[in-house]
Structure formats: structure tokens, C-alpha cells
């Protein structure tokens, strides 16, 4: 088993504890703005993608510890305006974020791969969350969709 690059394990952390917390905050408005036919629906969707974002954040802080780093959030995604009620324009910001967050899981994955069983089996676990998630807001669409081909594949 190689060595894990500790450094650029924390940055992808990072990255995702960066791309989880900005969840939180868009399905949080996302779920108070939406409007339409299935709005309660979409709504309960919209907050449990919000609790769940800020859970995977501070999973993901927990991490950066115990790899003895620091959880560092630089930046914030940028947000739709809170003028934003539509529920399918929602809904594809909330498939290009839940591609997003799949994209860093991915990232972790390859980087631990044969060299931390463990950061190995958190990716895994979260990238089958992602994938999941992915699904849901093309089943939430009324229009048709395609799984983003980027989004979720599995590393050569
Ligand atoms: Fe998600």
C-alpha cells in the first residue's frame, strides 16, 4: 500500500467541506423560494439536501483533523439570488451542485486509492450518496434529463 499524500488529501477536504457548506446555504433558499405544482415536495427535498450538506461538511472537517490539518474555507460557491422560484431552473442548479460535490468525492477517491482503506471507504461511501442524490433531482424534473456524464464516474 503507497502513501497517502496527506496535504492534498486536507485540500480536497477542504474543497468539500467548501462545496457542502455552500449546499447548505442553497437548499436553504432553494427550499424557501421554490414555487409550483410540487413545491411541498421539492421543498422536504430541498431541506433534507441542506441538513445532509451540513453534515457531510463537519464529516469532512472531522477528517481534516484527524489527518492533523486544518478545515480552511476560502471561498463560497456562488448563489442563484434569492428571486429564484422556478422549480426546474432549481433543479438543475441542484444537479450542477450535487455533480459538483461528486467531482471532489471522485478526487479523494483516486488520490487514497491502495493507500488509505480508510479516506478510500469514506469516498466510496460518499460518492454513493452523490450518486443517489443525482438521481433523485433528475426524477424530481418534469423535463427530461440525463445523468451528467461527468458526473460520478468511476476513476481509471
Ligand atoms: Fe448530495
Same mark, same amino acid.
Given at each position: 500500500?503507497?502513501? %497517502?499524500?496527506?496535504?492534498?488529501?486536507?485540500?480536497?477536504?477542504?474543497?468539500? $467541506? &467548501?462545496? #457542502? %457548506?455552500a449546499g447548505v446555504i442553497r437548499y436553504t433558499q432553494f427550499?424557501?423560494? $421554490? &414555487?409550483? #405544482?410540487?413545491r411541498a415536495e421539492v421543498a422536504t427535498w430541498l431541506r433534507a439536501q441542506?441538513? &445532509?450538506?451540513?453534515k457531510h461538511a463537519q464529516r469532512a472537517?472531522?477528517?481534516?483533523?484527524?489527518?492533523?490539518?486544518?478545515?480552511?474555507?476560502?471561498?463560497?460557491?456562488?448563489l442563484l439570488g434569492g428571486d429564484v422560484h422556478d422549480i426546474d431552473t432549481i433543479l438543475r442548479a441542484s444537479l450542477r451542485h450535487e455533480t459538483e460535490a461528486c467531482h471532489a468525492d471522485q478526487q479523494l477517491?483516486?488520490?487514497?486509492?491502495?493507500?488509505?482503506?480508510?479516506i478510500e471507504d469514506y469516498a466510496r461511501d460518499l460518492i454513493v450518496t452523490e450518486t443517489m442524490h443525482i438521481n433523485q433531482v433528475g426524477r424530481l424534473m418534469r423535463q427530461p434529463w440525463e445523468m451528467p456524464s461527468e458526473a460520478c464516474r468511476s476513476p481509471a
Open positions: 500500500m503507497g502513501t %497517502l499524500d496527506r496535504d492534498k488529501a486536507i485540500a480536497i477536504l477542504n474543497r468539500i $467541506v &467548501e462545496c #457542502e %457548506l427550499s424557501l423560494t $421554490v &414555487e409550483g #405544482e410540487d441542506a441538513d &445532509e450538506g451540513l472537517g472531522r477528517l481534516i483533523a484527524l489527518l492533523g490539518g486544518q478545515a480552511a474555507t476560502a471561498s463560497w460557491a456562488p477517491l483516486e488520490l487514497s486509492r491502495g493507500r488509505s482503506v480508510f
